[in-house]
Structure formats: C-alpha cells, structure tokens
C-alpha cells in the first residue's frame, strides 16, 4: 500500500503563487508516475500535471506556463509550483501515484485551492 498526504492549499489571490506538497510513504518502491489531479465543483476530476519515472512531464493546457511540477525521490515527495494563479483554478487538488504490477491508483485525500478575483 502506498499512502499519500497533501499539503499547501489555501486562499490566494488571482496572479499570486501556492505550491502543493505530496508525501508519500509505504511501498512507495511500487510507485512509477505521480502527479496532480484536481476537481471543482460540479465538475469531473482532470489531470493537472504529470512526473513520470523517467523524469518526463505532462501538463494540462490550461496549466502550460504557468504550473510546474517537480519530484524529489530522496524525500518521496511531490510538488506543484503555482504561479499566476486564476479563479477557474478554484478547486480540490488531489495527489496521485501509479503502481503498474499489478496497475492501482492511489490518491491523496486532496487540498483546498481557492482563488479569489
């Protein structure tokens, strides 16, 4: 089992900065990619931002420019650099982490990311 905890969220006004934090533990061994997903309110969860294992990275279009990701296999944790921020980024960011054998995903409790206008 791998278990993942978030931290960073909060209030921000719109154009501030807020970066995200994923601390994972267990058979973190098992874990290939991690990233972030995020859900709003009346809206399906997306993908966010992507790190594989081998360093590459995917971000939502809607993020290019603007958030990075970045991964630090020393401490297992995960992070999510958010610069100029917009109220349509309003929403729970949730952590997640794949584990290919047996394939499983595993998720984070999410964190409160609230921009204001």
């Known amino acids: 089992q791998v278990q993942l905890v978030e931290s960073g969220g909060g209030l921000v006004q719109a154009g501030g900065s807020l970066r995200l934090s994923c601390a994972s533990s267990?058979?973190?061994?098992?874990?290939?990619?991690m990233g972030w997903y995020r859900q709003a309110p009346g809206k399906q969860r997306e993908l966010v931002a992507i790190v594989h294992s081998g360093g590459s990275r995917t971000y939502a279009d809607s993020v290019k420019g603007r958030f990075t990701i970045s991964r630090d296999n020393a401490k297992n944790t995960v992070y999510l650099q958010m610069n100029s921020l917009k109220p349509d980024d309003t929403a729970v960011y949730y952590c997640?982490?794949?584990?290919?054998?047996?394939?499983?995903?595993?998720w984070g409790q999410g964190t409160q990311v609230t921009v204001s206008s």
């Open positions: 997640w982490a794949e584990r290919l054998s047996p394939y499983y995903d595993y």
């Open positions: 267990g058979s973190i061994y098992s874990i290939n990619a």
